[in-house]
């Protein structure tokens, strides 16, 4: 377990705009975040280096954006509407509801609880008495299933009004519209459709922050294969998953580990199920889930369409149900794992030599919200003139910042402490050489550098 206290990283994330509690003027809506002006960045880097490894970089994967509006049956078909169920308890004292699973797993791990049925949970809540969290009482009641989708309402007049589902996981809409994409791109077997969009679930645990919230982003792709084909392709995605982790974003992975799924704990459509779990402050925690779907989605939607979804292959003349197997990444989560990676507090000598913490975010400089930060030494107007044309110059390529206030060592901190990887600096020598200082984040090391020279060097080191 890290032991990174997760009450400052909440503080740091609004501090420096990366998440806001969503709302805050109207009190808060719970379990709801918005991303701030270095969030979205942060989280817009990591949707196109996703987008680029698994789209981009290949010739088997087309994209989608499929609508978060969707036809009640989908959710009827795909098995959500009967399946898609949270165990739930009440505290009969201070009427809390809550999760029978995870106020168990908190006490006795995951291994312990995944697969029991709904009594056993409410055997062991009584068992390992577990006093409520909220009141401290032990007065539950009994344990129910509890459906996670998210239902709305739609129409102009209350006769016209009819109930649907806001999409629980994006992957549905890749699954209905298969023929679509098969037909307008002429793809073959195999191939796959990847989708990065929001997904809603009416959670009722919901805490660590960002982790499990009610409305999220996913990034999913479907990988559409002959049955044969299946393990082979399910090992393959394993395996690019965990490299994209480690080698792209430059996730410790020491703080990453795979956890297979019990049989009795895999969701209703799959025939295997791995996690990649991070190491997180309250314990190994799943963002990435890789299942081999089977034909479930597809023969469902044939079933519940009344069109069967068949796959034609012309070399082997042979008509069958393609099977799936998919990543499940969430991007919220994703998000949280990076800040959480790069989270370190060091002690450095500040600019009088005396010892002080430093908050540093060693991003990846591919992840890093803000690449370059040009900073005047002073705020004095032949300097501004110098560091403004840098900025207007730099801005066109790489995302900046201009900051002109405050010491030096100040601006510095505060661009460590949102990861910007490097930290130009205009002073007075400047004016006569016509170079800058450029300082590099985590090793803090300061060169001198032309002007003329900047784009150049930033671009070979940002790559
Ligand atoms: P959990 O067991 O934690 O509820 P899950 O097994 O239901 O997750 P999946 O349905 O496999 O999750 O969804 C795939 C991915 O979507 C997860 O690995 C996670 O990254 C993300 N995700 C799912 N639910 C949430 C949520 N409530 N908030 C944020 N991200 C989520």
């Known amino acids: 377990m890290s032991d990174i206290n997760m009450e400052e990283i909440v503080s740091w994330a609004k501090r420096r705009g990366f998440v806001f509690p969503s709302s805050e003027i109207y009190g808060g809506f719970a379990s709801v975040y918005d991303f701030g002006p270095l969030g979205v960045e942060l989280i817009n880097n990591?949707?196109?280096?996703?987008?680029?490894?698994?789209?981009?970089?290949?010739?088997?994967?087309?994209?989608?954006?499929?609508?978060?509006?969707?036809?009640?049956?989908?959710?009827?078909?795909?098995?959500?509407?009967?399946?898609?169920?949270?165990?739930?308890?009440d505290c009969k004292s201070c009427k809390k509801r809550l999760r029978a699973d995870r106020l168990l797993e908190d006490k006795i791990g995951v291994e312990k609880v995944a697969g029991r049925s709904l009594a056993e949970l409410g055997q062991m809540i009584q068992d390992e008495e577990i006093a409520c969290p909220h009141c401290g009482m032990l007065d539950w009641t009994e344990v129910r299933d509890f459906n996670l989708l998210v239902e709305c309402s739609i129409g102009v007049t209350e006769e016209d009004k009819r109930n649907f589902y806001l999409r629980g996981e994006t992957c549905q809409t890749i699954f209905v519209n298969f023929e679509n994409v098969l037909q307008s791109t002429r793809q073959k077997l195999p191939f796959g459709i990847a989708q990065i969009g929001k997904a809603?679930?009416?959670?009722?645990?919901?805490?660590?922050?960002?982790?499990?919230?009610?409305?999220?982003?996913?990034?999913?792709?479907?990988?559409f294969c002959h049955s044969s084909l299946a393990d082979k392709?399910?090992?393959?995605?394993?395996?690019?998953?965990?490299?994209?982790?480690?080698?792209?974003l430059g996730i410790d992975r020491d703080n990453l580990r795979w956890r297979q799924h019990e049989r009795d704990e895999l969701a209703h459509y799959a025939r295997d199920a791995w996690d990649v779990e991070y190491n997180a402050p309250w314990g190994w925690a799943e963002f990435w889930g890789q299942h081999n779907r089977q034909d479930?989605?597809?023969?469902?939607?044939?079933?519940?369409?009344?069109?069967?979804?068949?796959?034609y292959d012309q070399k082997t003349d042979e008509k069958y149900i393609p099977f799936v197997v998919e990543t499940s990444l969430g991007v919220t989560r994703l998000a949280l794992v990076v800040i959480l990676d790069a989270y370190t507090i060091e002690e450095v000598e500040n600019e009088k030599g005396k010892k002080e913490e430093r908050v540093v975010l060693k991003f990846d400089k591919k992840v890093a919200p803000i690449k370059v930060a040009i900073l005047p030494l002073m705020k004095k107007d032949n300097l501004l003139d110098v560091s403004s044309e840098i900025y207007d110059n730099l801005k066109k390529k790489f995302v900046c910042q201009h900051d002109v206030t405050q010491s030096?060592?100040?601006?510095?901190?505060?661009?460590?402490?949102?990861?910007?990887?490097?930290?130009?600096?205009?002073?007075?020598?400047?004016?006569?050489d016509g170079q800058v200082t450029i300082r590099e984040r985590d090793g803090m090391e300061q060169k001198r550098i032309k002007i003329d020279d900047l784009e150049g060097y930033l671009r070979d080191n940002l790559g």
């Open 296 to 311: 479930w989605d597809l023969k469902r939607h044939g079933m519940y369409s009344g069109k069967e979804i068949l796959y």
């Open 408 to 432: 030096i060592g100040k601006r510095y901190r505060r661009q460590d402490e949102i990861g910007t990887p490097y930290c130009v600096t205009v002073d007075f020598d400047s004016l006569e």
């Open 233 to 248: 392709k399910y090992d393959y995605w394993k395996k690019e998953s965990w490299q994209w982790l480690v080698d792209v």
């Open 200 to 223: 809603f679930r009416n959670e009722i645990t919901t805490k660590n922050f960002i982790w499990r919230v009610r409305e999220f982003e996913q990034m999913e792709m479907q990988y």
């Open 46 to 89: 990591l949707k196109k280096l996703w987008w680029k490894n698994v789209v981009w970089e290949r010739g088997d994967v087309e994209g989608l954006d499929g609508a978060i509006f969707t036809h009640p049956k989908i959710w009827e078909a795909s098995g959500h509407v009967e399946s898609f169920t949270d165990p739930l308890v």
